[in-house]
């Protein structure tokens, strides 16, 4: 089960870069259901998701480079490319996501959770912006089919 917040970004935390970050890189099998094939650093996975915002279920699994590539070129929608900071924030732990062009200068933090109540007791820190954790066109599978919502940017 994958319990999750995410926000808007609007500023950038001090000293960014002496926090761990990697490279992403991801697309869309099917989003119904939803299919993800991700390269993270030299680790190719496979993740599958079921329907949810907030709550809901993930299962994945490891796949060869082989693989990626053949589903990839399968792949709908477009390719997202991101950079992905891994924040401390007290027991959590922030997923500060930069995305490349064309989804650039789109940023967002995602926190997960180990349940529902922890997520709803979270206070997010005074970097966090809007929260868009409900709305469906912040989803990485909807940004891949859609591009940046037209609310993006609108506070």
Same mark, same amino acid.
């Given at each position: 089960?994958?319990? *999750?917040?995410?926000?808007?970004?609007?500023?950038?935390?001090?000293? +960014?870069?002496?926090?761990?970050?990697?490279?992403?890189?991801?697309?869309?099998?099917?989003?119904?259901?939803?299919?993800?094939?991700?390269?993270?650093?030299?680790?190719?996975?496979?993740?599958?998701?079921?329907?949810?915002?907030?709550?809901?279920?993930?299962?994945?699994?490891?796949?060869? @480079?082989?693989?990626?590539?053949?589903?990839?070129?399968?792949?709908?929608? +477009?390719?997202?490319?991101?950079?992905?900071?891994?924040?401390?924030?007290? !027991?959590?732990?922030?997923? +500060?996501?930069?995305?490349?062009? @064309? +989804?650039?200068?789109?940023?967002?933090?995602?926190?997960?959770? $180990?349940?529902?109540?922890? !997520?709803?007791?979270?206070? $997010? $820190?005074?970097?966090?912006?809007?929260?868009?954790?409900?709305?469906?066109?912040?989803?990485?599978?909807?940004?891949?089919?859609?591009?940046? $919502?037209?609310?993006?940017?609108? *506070?």
């Amino acid at each position: 089960m994958e319990i *999750e917040r995410k926000f808007l970004v609007s500023r950038l935390p001090d000293a +960014l870069e002496q926090y761990p970050h990697e490279r992403m890189e991801q697309a869309y099998v099917s989003v119904d259901p939803l299919i993800r094939i991700r390269r993270a650093g030299e680790r190719y996975i496979l993740t599958c998701k079921g329907r949810g915002l907030l709550s809901r279920e993930e299962f994945e699994t490891d796949m060869t @480079p082989e693989a990626y590539g053949r589903l990839l070129a399968k792949a709908d929608g +477009l390719r997202i490319v991101k950079e992905r900071y891994r924040i401390p924030l007290g !027991a959590y732990t922030a997923e +500060l996501d930069i995305f490349a062009p @064309p +989804l650039a200068p789109l940023v967002f933090a995602e926190v997960e959770f $180990p349940t529902e109540d922890a !997520a709803q007791a979270f206070a $997010p $820190p005074d970097w966090f912006g809007r929260e868009v954790t409900y709305d469906p066109a912040y989803t990485n599978a909807a940004l891949s089919r859609d591009g940046a $919502p037209d609310s993006f940017g609108k *506070e």
